[in-house]
């Protein structure tokens, strides 16, 4: 099983790297679903990339974003020159990019990013089909879940192992897009989920920031047994000790090195099993930010019992009841009994000067030794890829010396010395001890020689003294043939054009309905295509729902678009929590002769819409309705309907569906019906009214306003769209 490591910059690359990860995930400027990281700009990418091939770590690109038909285009320029310099995947979220990146680059290997939400076996093996060879499954399957997927496919199948966790599916998050114009579908998400948010009762709380993630030895374990391909740790964004930390643990998990993660001690906003044991303890609601972990409790004399060791130069922040933080500081005083120390204890009781008025709680958000001895970790540990050695050395014939590998695709690089004809004898015996000692010495190198074939007559004297040279000048050209046995040819590029579309298109209406009430109000007023709400995922545990499995018009996700397929059924639409955000992912979806009509993504303004003419479908945009912003998998609350609002007055209706999910609707319904003139000159083939909470006096009045054009004009994505 291989340990995929985060690398959001160069240094955390070498982190992830000398921690032990077999791949490293990282991300390009400007594209990824981390754009607002450091990342890599492309001369560092290219070292980054070299760099990794020689330690023997694949690198694996993220382009897992939605992307516009133009920045597709541009994804060639960009990553042509990634592509020729030899990364060994792509990880991707776009259908249309699936469909560009397997026509340019036909050998590239491809792997479905966690954003894809594939939550069943159904959905990995059509992506097998489409050319991918990995899926990052969603992060909200139980270990039962991904044993059945793993029964049911041979695709390779990726599992997120610890990090930050989404309360909603990814990829079907829009709370920071409609918002703040912020899309998390194109990596810019703001965390709106992260902040404090108050229901209809008064109540505050993190209602939405879920504890991280933390598998330990017990998950790892069954994770292998079942034959999971890869486990990826997440933190682009965190620090390099902490990359270095978790990766390394585990390593030595694999490694049959049975240790307590510290990972805890460098970040830490709670942690969970996430959804591998469907427990209870996903989510944390009395704070959302890095913390630290619990170092103690204020008593009324202002005196400290330790949890942990404190010494001087930690870090530590002070806490309220309501655990707002008051104030932090890196400790530079330490009383024990009245005396100044430099370190107490688990168990000491201490004072600390300065404490704010209020402070409860003492947590440690900074170990200086832990820090300290990572990064002198990362500073010292060494990353070799090993390498074998062949000498033949018969008296007059040829000393010959070959250095060789395999590299990541196992492909045999080697590099080979012939040298001068070896004509004198040997004065004094030469071992092949004596040969393998001298051949084994090869410095400070990206390599370690770890077998030694020798072919030897005892006769032959052979030239020591030529030995180091020879070394070092195999060893660099070991390293360079490494390095160029990843690179491709340049290749053309193949352009997908779709011309403007001419004739004036008629769209009709129809409506998205929630109750029988809502529909006969439709019917009533002119409105005689109707659609039911389905489910936006199909999670393994849920495949032989019924709800899941009913003759729907509507598609809200894969597994229901490949079962419409088989079946037979016609005239489908597919949803637009689909994503479809450029005229590639048309064709695809094209290819399915179940459907009619794509639901084009709300998050493109009218100006981007105008560019989507691709007619192998119709063309649907949703005009009216609450929209879902939030799939969710964890019942955060008891009741079926509630209402939470945000500390900048963003407020959401929260429904429990049928399936005991949450979905999170935005509480001011998107209402472009007085843009109509706008909306007919886009030329798409239906227009659609989403009625969720309305009642049949309600649906009437939105109805009766498409004549009169009228209404309150409530646009979100629609006049700016997104970031």
């Not at 690198?59 to 285009?73: G, P, S, W």
């Not at 610890?162 to 829009?174: D, E, Q, R, W």
């Not at 034959?227 to 000790?241: D, S």
Request: proline share 2%; net charge neutral; hydrophobic share 35%.
């Amino acid at each position: 099983m291989k340990i995929v490591g985060p690398a959001g910059n160069f240094e955390k690359l070498d982190a992830a790297i000398k921690a032990g990860a077999d791949e490293v995930f990282l991300g390009l400027k400007g594209f990824g679903a981390r754009r607002n990281n450091d990342n890599f700009g492309m001369e560092e990418l290219k070292a980054g990339i070299d760099y990794a091939h020689k330690k023997g770590v694949k690198v694996l690109l993220a382009l897992n974003t939605i992307m516009r038909d133009m920045e597709i285009k541009s994804v060639y320029k960009n990553f042509k020159p990634i592509y020729e310099h030899g990364v060994d995947a792509v990880i991707v979220q776009d259908m249309g990019l699936i469909k560009f990146l397997k026509a340019n680059f036909p050998d590239l290997v491809l792997h479905g990013s966690t954003q894809m939400t594939v939550a069943n076996y159904v959905e990995a093996n059509y992506l097998k089909e489409l050319g991918l060879s990995r899926v990052v499954l969603a992060r909200e399957l139980s270990f039962e879940e991904i044993k059945e997927i793993r029964e049911n496919t041979d695709i390779e199948l990726e599992v997120f192992v610890s990090g930050s966790m989404c309360i909603s599916y990814s990829g079907n998050c829009y709370v920071s897009s409609f918002i703040g114009g912020r899309s998390g579908n194109r990596g810019m998400c703001a965390y709106t989920c992260r902040k404090k948010f108050k229901d209809e009762e008064g109540k505050l709380s993190y209602f939405l920031s879920p504890n991280d993630q933390l598998l330990e030895k017990e998950e790892i374990d069954k994770l292998k047994a079942i034959g999971i391909n890869a486990i990826k740790v997440e933190g682009r964004k965190k620090q390099p000790e902490y990359i270095y930390e978790t990766v390394s643990y585990y390593k030595d998990i694999l490694n049959g090195i049975d240790r307590k993660s510290e990972s805890y001690k460098l970040f830490n906003r709670g942690y969970s099993k996430g959804y591998f044991y469907l427990d209870d303890k996903l989510m944390n609601h009395k704070y959302s930010s890095n913390f630290g972990y619990l170092l103690g409790r204020v008593n009324n004399n202002n005196t400290i019992k330790l949890l942990d060791e404190l010494v001087l130069g930690d870090g530590i922040q002070f806490v309220n009841e309501y655990f707002e933080k008051l104030d932090g500081e890196y400790v530079n005083k330490i009383l024990l009994n009245g005396s100044k120390v430099n370190k107490a204890n688990k168990n000491d009781t201490i004072t600390l000067p300065n404490i704010p008025k209020n402070t409860k709680y003492i947590y440690k958000n900074y170990s200086k030794d832990i820090n300290d001895r990572i990064h002198s970790d990362i500073k010292v540990v060494k990353r070799y890829k090993g390498i074998d050695s062949k000498v033949y050395a018969y008296l007059n014939e040829p000393l010959k010396v070959e250095f060789y590998t395999l590299n990541n695709f196992k492909k045999e690089i080697k590099a080979e010395y012939i040298g001068d004809v070896l004509t004198e004898i040997s004065k004094k015996e030469i071992s092949i001890e004596d040969i393998s000692t001298k051949l084994s010495e090869i410095g400070d190198t990206d390599f370690k020689l770890e077998n030694i074939s020798i072919d030897y007559d005892g006769k032959a004297f052979i030239p020591f003294s030529q030995i180091k040279k020879i070394k070092r000048e195999l060893i660099n050209e070991l390293g360079e043939k490494l390095v160029d046995s990843y690179k491709h040819e340049e290749r053309e590029l193949i352009e997908f054009k779709y011309p403007k579309i001419e004739e004036c298109i008629q769209p009709v209406f129809s409506a998205l309905v929630r109750t029988k009430e809502q529909e006969d109000a439709c019917i009533r007023n002119g409105i005689t295509k109707i659609y039911r709400e389905g489910f936006d995922i199909t999670k393994q545990k849920n495949m032989d729902n019924k709800l899941l499995n009913q003759n729907t018009n509507l598609v809200s996700n894969l597994y229901q678009l490949i079962k419409g397929k088989e079946l037979g059924l016609k005239n489908q639409s597919i949803n637009w929590n689909f994503n479809v955000f450029n005229n590639m992912s048309v064709d695809v979806y094209s290819e399915f002769p179940n459907i009619e009509t794509v639901f084009l993504s709300p998050e493109l303004n009218h100006k981007q819409l105008k560019l989507m003419t691709n007619r192998s479908l119709k063309r649907g945009l949703v005009i009216y309705g609450n929209l879902k912003t939030m799939y969710i998998e964890h019942t955060i609350d008891k009741k079926e309907y509630k209402e939470i609002q945000g500390e900048h007055f963003d407020r959401y209706k929260v429904v429990k569906n049928k399936l005991d999910n949450l979905e999170l609707y935005l509480n001011k319904p998107m209402n472009l019906i007085p843009k109509l003139d706008l909306i007919y000159s886009l030329n798409l083939d239906e227009l659609r009214l989403d009625f969720t909470f309305e009642d049949a006096n309600e649906v009437e009045k939105i109805i009766k306003s498409i004549k009169t054009k009228s209404g309150k004009y409530v646009p979100y994505a629609f006049e700016m769209g997104v970031s």
